[in-house]
Structure formats: C-alpha cells, structure tokens
C-alpha cells in the first residue's frame, strides 16, 4: 500500500474525543492528517461528517447503535482502505468511527477534494467500495443462516486475507493479530462472546486455529479453515482485495 502525499495540517482540531489522542474531527473544508490513540472516537454516529476517510495505518471500526443503546461494530478499515461516511441524504455520518489500534488518518471534508488534491484516491475509493460490497455479499448469506463455525471461520479468513494484503504479515498469514476481543468479533458474526469463545474451542480442536484467546491466533491451515468457511481461498481474494492491495 502507497501512503498518500499530501500537505501537512498542524494544530489540535476540535471536537471531543474519548482516549488519550486528539478528538474527533469536524470537517472544515480542509484535508486532515491526522494520529489518534487506541479508543479514540473519530465520528460520532449522526453526528456531521466529514465525506470520507482514508487509512494509511492503524484499525478503524465502523459501528451502529440499534434502539436498545447496543453498539456493534459492522466494518473494519484497515491501512490502504477508503470508505466514504456520510448518508446518502444529508452530511451527517451513517457510522460511529473509532480508532482499535494507534491509528493514521486522512480525512477528506468534501467530494470535490478527492479529484482536486489527491490523484489516485478516487481510484481508491471506488475500489475499496466494491471490496466492502463483496465483504458484504459473503457475511449476510452466513449471518442469515450459518452455523456459527461457519460464520467465524469465514470472518477470520477474510480477516487474515486482508492483513496479508496491508502488509500487516510477513509472508503467507500464518499467524493473525486482530486488534478486537472476543465480543467484537461476535458483533461480526452476531454471536456472543460465549458462543465465540466456545466456536474458537471447536475450530481448535479441529486443527484449523492455533489457540483461542483474541488477539493472537495461529491459522495452520487456511484451506480447512476455508473449506469450514465454504469458499473457496482464491475467489475470496478475488472478490474482496483490489489490485492496489495485492501487489
């Protein structure tokens, strides 16, 4: 992934943030390159946004908060993804954003800086766009129906597919360092955070995963762990990581 070259912003920003970084961000028709720390509320959900997002390092989650006052992660960003943020209707942010990891960010408060001050991003946008759209297409037909050693095994090939892709590993994955707990993923995978601890157990016990404990598994095998998935590796990477993050 090629970091994005743009003019440098100083300065603290406004807005309120939670953790130990800056605060969230308000748009004010200038580019953003920003750091957060790990918890670090970006956007809030609702609330004005700006139009979108770039990741040049770190783990962004994208979450939703149902009636009941539930958050629940929906999406995870990671280095090279762009994601736009505002509803289709108004300027206001359809996600809560915050930082999983110490994070870098570039923030684009309007459309039309896209084109105008950084060649290439558009590019980006779109192919990350069409990655998120076939993420998608994979989790909801599982989320539907699937068992849940299906669902997580799924997740955590996908998972392991696109931090190969971010250079976040060395080599083929053998080994995945996710930046979530238990429950987070079970957000993914709408499951508990028993029921993933005991699905982990399962696909242990199977030798498809080494270990059970988030953040740090081992995948010895990542055909079985597909096959578990009921996808195929290749067409998975196809589907989900553009040409930008594959080479």
């Given at each position: 992934m090629t970091a994005i070259s743009m003019p440098e912003r100083t300065g603290t920003g406004t807005g309120t943030g939670t953790g130990?970084?800056?605060?969230?961000?308000?748009?004010?028709?200038?580019?953003?390159?920003?750091?957060?720390?790990?918890?670090?509320?970006?956007?809030?959900e609702g609330e004005p946004a700006f139009h979108a997002i770039c990741v040049e390092?770190?783990?962004?989650?994208?979450?939703?908060?149902?009636?009941?006052?539930?958050?629940?992660?929906?999406d995870l960003l990671l280095p090279g993804d762009t994601a736009r943020l505002r509803m289709a209707g108004a300027a206001r942010s359809l996600y809560e954003v915050r930082s999983l990891a110490p994070s870098h960010v570039i923030c684009i408060p309007d459309a039309h800086h896209i084109a105008a001050r950084l060649p290439g991003v558009a590019e980006r946008l779109h192919a990350s766009e069409r990655a998120a759209r076939a993420r998608w297409a994979e989790r909801m037909?599982?989320?539907g129906w699937a068992a849940a050693d299906m669902r997580i095994a799924y997740l955590l090939l996908e998972l392991a597919l696109r931090t190969e892709a971010a250079g976040l590993?060395?080599?083929?994955?053998?080994?995945?360092?996710?930046?979530?707990?238990?429950?987070?993923?079970?957000?993914?995978?709408?499951?508990?955070a028993v029921h993933v601890c005991r699905t982990l157990q399962t696909l242990c016990a199977?030798?498809?995963?080494?270990?059970?404990?988030?953040?740090a598994l081992d995948l010895p095998d990542l055909?079985?762990?597909?096959a578990r998935a009921g996808i195929?590796?290749?067409?998975?990477?196809n589907s989900i990581i553009h040409k930008d993050r594959s080479t």
């Open positions: 130990t970084g800056t605060g969230a961000i308000e748009g004010d028709g200038d580019l953003v390159r920003r750091n957060f720390a790990t918890g670090t509320q970006i956007v809030a390092r770190g783990w962004l989650g994208l979450s939703k908060t149902i009636n009941t006052g539930k958050t629940l992660i929906v037909p599982r989320l590993t060395r080599g083929p994955v053998g080994h995945l360092s996710l930046p979530l707990t238990q429950a987070q993923l079970g957000e993914m995978a709408g499951l508990s199977a030798g498809l995963i080494g270990g059970t404990f988030l953040p055909p079985g762990l597909a195929d590796i290749d067409d998975l990477r």
